[in-house]
């Protein structure tokens, strides 16, 4: 076996060249695993079988080479990659039983927890405390291992010299299954990672890593027959985190191909988002379009990455099947991640800094939900009953898709491309007909102008609606009767695949056309009014991306008219759902973003334009409740707004009370 690595390792020359070159900031030989199979396969299967005898000859050859290095005693590791999937070598880490202890294996997992980079004993020296005698002993294990007996004194008794040791780097990591891998309800199973030397400090929380190594075991901390696995790498690999990484066969690409040639597109899928679900037409079009997502990697010059995944938050009272179509999003989607607002901080949605065992006692960091479901969908339930503090740590994640941390003298920021679909009941279970609609919404402003449509949701009393509902219903739990209406119009396993394809190859350009038709609509929404802001520029990028999305749902590398008039068309029936004010008969966007709509504002101005008109009338320097109340009628205000308004101008400091029912300015 000897003489066939060192035949093996002389065609390496221009390799082993360039590590003494640049040894130490390169010090691994990477051999490519199938290069090694296609040569000599007998060796092959031997680094699979017997990895620690065939990875300690190859050192060993490769020591003998006296490679010229500026050190007197290079350390070279050397690194298998490129393990055949076809071949079983790659695995699930649920796959990884006790069959496979000892031997060789690649592994696909997402890093979700990471320690601090510490030293490691890689040579021990022991001084006998007896006669003096020094001992140089490898190590081997995750212990310390002392040499067994003297072989001078024949005593047992040794002191370990840390500062004459030999140590290298060690780093652990956890890392789980991809989402986009697990089916049904399957829990994302973990497991731990040693990387050691040049391995360390290459990978971080959140990033999807290939890692080669053998599977070792670390025994139990008190007596017993359970062992703990875990990964010795002897190979680390970032690759890209990807939506779209469903296999598809060339036959299941044609039929994909086909399918987006159907003038009906856009109608199959929507008949194909929750199609137990009756109506919601404009919702499930929406969900479709975040499926898809806008064109991915478009960025300024400046270096800034423009976001190309689509928010959506739904609002609506109980009982509308607003879970129901998450849980759906959630099986459907390629990548996603399913989590309720009420079991989730905001360290589980972003990242948290963790002092615990698995790092003896040093901070890691864990990675959340937004981070694990990167490239995919987070679906976030019962979005208002999160605490406020646990929702403002979304706010970077959903516009800047980025994630901060600073935490335990750690710093770091995270990538988190990931499309968010939330799920939210009004602020008293019900909507308040008389109160505006935004009022009503327990989520502030400024996350909420980071959603790119929001759907408020009523349950309205329709006879013909409810005895449609009542039928559609009972139809799915009526025994023996044919539900075939109420399958996805394309079967579920061809739509994930059609996502996929249409995220992964799809790339669309926006068309002169398409854009000045946006451009059209986002300026006559601009100039509704001198004082009334009805659009802002998010409004316009969200137009851009839900075009896009329009496009790669039908295949196409050209963003059209058509997919404009698409994107408008939700885009207006969101602003007139949720941004349209009554009382000026116009679109509003400041109901959204910001926390009064221009009609509320006038309304507080005349309230203090009147105190300070009475004010100047009164003897006493104050104006009193009643005198307010009956101006501010006169002038069109309800009983209602202005008390209103007087309690919200306390609270904000703007006029006190010093006796009761008299107002007066602050600072006078």
Same mark, same amino acid.
């Given at each position: ?35 090694? &199979? ?15 005898? *065939? ?65 490691? @004993? ?42 004459? !040791? ?12 991809? $989402? ?12 731990? #990672? ?27 901390? +008190? ?12 190979? $680390? &690999? ?14 299941? &690409? ?15 899928? *929507? ?70 607002? +009420? ?48 929702? !403002? ?13 600073? +935490? ?29 609609? @935004? ?104 137009? #851009? ?101 007087? *309690?919200? $101008? ?19």
């Amino acid at each position: 076996m000897r003489d066939r690595i060192e035949k093996f390792l002389s065609g390496k020359t221009k390799d082993i060249n360039e590590i003494a070159e640049f040894y130490p900031e390169k010090k691994s030989l990477f051999i490519d695993y199938k290069e090694l &199979e296609r040569l000599d396969g007998e060796v092959a299967d031997a680094l699979i079988n017997t990895p620690d005898e *065939i990875i300690h000859l190859f050192s060993e050859v490769l020591s003998e080479m006296n490679i010229p290095t500026l050190a007197d005693e290079p350390r070279i590791n050397v690194r298998f990659n490129n393990l055949p999937d076809e071949r079983g070598y790659t695995l699930r880490i649920r796959e990884i039983t006790s069959n496979y202890i000892g031997k060789f294996m690649a592994v696909e997992g997402i890093v979700n927890r990471i320690s601090d980079i510490l030293p490691k @004993v890689d040579v021990a020296r022991f001084y006998c405390n007896k006669c003096g005698e020094v001992y140089d002993t490898p190590q081997n294990s995750r212990f310390l291992t002392e040499p067994i007996i003297c072989r001078n004194c024949k005593k047992k008794d040794f002191r370990f010299v840390p500062e004459e !040791s030999e140590w290298t780097d060690v780093q652990r990591m956890q890392i789980q299954e991809p $989402l986009e891998l697990l089916e049904g309800g399957e829990e994302a199973r973990q497991i731990e #990672v040693w990387a050691e030397d040049d391995l360390t400090g290459e990978v971080t929380v959140g990033n999807k890593i290939n890692e080669t190594g053998i599977m070792r075991l670390l025994p139990p901390t +008190k007596r017993g027959s359970v062992y703990q696995k875990f990964l010795e790498a002897n190979y $680390l &690999e970032n690759i890209e985190k990807e939506f779209e990484e469903l296999e598809i066969s060339e036959e299941e &690409e044609e039929e994909i191909k086909k399918l987006s040639k159907d003038p009906r597109i856009f109608e199959r899928i *929507i008949k194909s988002i929750a199609p137990s679900i009756y109506g919601y037409k404009e919702m499930k079009e929406a969900v479709a379009m975040q499926l898809f997502s806008g064109r991915y990697g478009k960025s300024l010059p400046d270096g800034t990455s423009l976001r190309p995944d689509i928010h959506i938050l739904i609002i609506g009272e109980p009982g509308v099947a607003k879970s129901r179509l998450l849980q759906y999003i959630n099986l459907i989607a390629p990548k996603s991640i399913y989590v309720t607002g +009420k079991g989730t901080t905001g360290a589980g949605l972003t990242v948290t800094a963790e002092k615990d065992e698995f790092a003896d006692g040093a901070w890691t960091l864990k990675a959340g939900a937004l981070i694990l479901a990167s490239g995919g969908i987070a679906c976030i339930d019962e979005f208002d009953k999160m605490s406020p503090e646990d929702r !403002s740590s979304m706010h970077e994640a959903l516009e800047q898709q980025t994630i901060s941390v600073a +935490k335990a003298g750690i710093v770091a920021t995270f990538k988190a491309n990931t499309s968010v679909l939330a799920a939210a009941n009004p602020k008293f279970s019900r909507f308040d007909p008389y109160k505006p609609l @935004v009022e009503q919404f327990n989520i502030p402003p400024t996350l909420l102008s980071r959603f790119d449509l929001i759907f408020p949701v009523r349950d309205i009393l329709d006879k013909e609606q409810d005895r449609e509902i009542a039928d559609h219903i009972l139809k799915i739990h009526r025994s023996g009767e044919s539900v075939e209406d109420l399958e996805p119009d394309i079967p579920t396993e061809l739509f994930r695949k059609y996502v996929a394809y249409a995220r992964k190859n799809i790339h669309p350009s926006l068309s002169d056309d398409a854009a000045d038709k946006i451009k059209e609509y986002y300026l006559k929404l601009r100039s509704g009014s001198k004082d009334t802001i009805m659009a802002t520029p998010r409004q316009l990028e969200g137009l #851009v991306r839900l075009s896009e999305a329009s496009a790669k749902a039908r295949l196409s590398d050209k963003v059209t008219v058509s997919d404009a008039e698409r994107a408008i068309a939700l885009t207006d029936f969101v602003l007139r759902a949720v941004a349209y004010d009554e009382s000026t008969g116009m679109i509003d966007i400041d109901r959204i973003v910001s926390d009064h709509p221009k009609s509320t504002r006038d309304r507080i101005r005349i309230i203090e334009n009147i105190i300070q008109e009475l004010i100047k009338e009164s003897g006493d320097g104050m104006a009193s409740a009643a005198d307010i109340m009956d101006e501010a009628k006169s002038r069109g205000l309800d009983a209602f707004r202005i008390e209103q308004i007087l *309690i919200e $101008l306390k609270t904000k400091g703007v006029i006190f009370e010093p006796r009761h029912g008299k107002f007066m300015l602050t600072g006078g």
